[in-house]
């Protein structure tokens, strides 16, 4: 089954047809070379198509996404994660030995005496009248 571009927004669209162009490779070429080589993460995925291909880093990004959208092409293994094995186990919680110390407040910190501001010799007070 073919890509269907016409369900992917006109970013994708655009980064799709640049990176093709880009690459010289065809969608179905990079979705062969994502699908053989077992990797499941988008960022093992994406340096995989720029170490293959050449590709920038975006192209390899905007490819990667497509390629992991439900329904493109995609194996089951690279969307799903694998459930965990076994019954889950709550954690015990905490033993505690001593009693944690009460934390003492902090006391207001006394406010010093206000000084005068300094004048700036640079400037000048106005003239009084007399």
Do not use: C
Not at 12 to 36: H, P, R, V, W
Not at 48 to 63: Q, S
């Amino acid at each position: 089954m073919a890509l269907d571009r016409s369900k992917l927004n006109k970013g994708f669209q655009i980064y799709l047809a640049n990176a093709e162009k880009a690459s010289g490779k065809t969608y179905d070429d990079m979705s062969l070379i994502l699908s053989q080589s077992g990797l499941k993460k988008h960022g093992e995925l994406r340096t995989r198509l720029m170490d293959k291909l050449g590709l920038g880093h975006g192209h390899a990004n905007a490819v990667v996404a497509i390629w992991l959208m439900p329904g493109n092409n995609t194996p089951p293994l690279a969307i799903e994660k694998s459930p965990a094995k076994g019954p889950v186990k709550k954690a015990a919680p905490p033993v505690l030995t001593k009693k944690p110390a009460p934390v003492a407040k902090a006391q207001p910190a006394a406010r010093a005496a206000k000084k005068p501001a300094k004048k700036d010799p640079a400037k000048k007070s106005p003239a009084k009248k007399k």
